[in-house]
Structures are given as C-alpha cells and as structure tokens.
C-alpha cells in the first residue's frame, strides 16, 4: 500500500475534542478493531467539525503541524500484517 497524503485521526482516549493542524483529513474513530469507516472530512472555512460516525469534534489549530494533534496521540498509523 502506499502511503497517504492525507492524515488520518483516531480517538482511543474518548476526548471530547481533538485540536489539530489539517482542515482535510480522515476519521477513523477509534484503532482496529474498533475503528468505523475511515471517512474524509473538509472543514472548508470553518475551524471546526464534528465526525458523523463517532461524534468527536475536530478543531483546526493553525499552529500545529499535520501530524501533530493535541491532546497528542491521536494520529493514526497503518500497521503492517
């Protein structure tokens, strides 16, 4: 598989809200095996979004970097198999 461009987020700590530095990522919800179908959002010009599948709300934070998130560890990473 080839790596992506776009960041993907997940939420395994149940935080209400996720601050990071992208307006185009995608959600996962949570890890494998626990995760929801990955799907891409665009906070076009509003700061803020709310997934459809797991309710977490993403703010942008224009000082943070695209795989930077806060509170940190909420990017999510492929795993090989």
């Known amino acids: ?12 700590g149940g935080h209400q809200a996720i601050e990071i ?8 919800g949570a890890s494998v095996p626990y995760d929801h179908p990955h799907i891409f959002i665009d906070m076009g010009d509003d700061n803020e979004k709310v997934c459809s599948y797991c309710s977490t709300l993403y703010r942008y934070n224009p000082k943070l970097k695209a795989t930077e998130t806060n509170p940190p560890g909420c990017l999510f990473t492929f795993q090989a198999t």
């Open 1 to 12: 598989m080839a790596g992506h461009s776009i960041p993907h987020f997940q939420n395994d």
């Open 21 to 28: 530095g992208v307006k185009e990522f995608m959600c996962t």
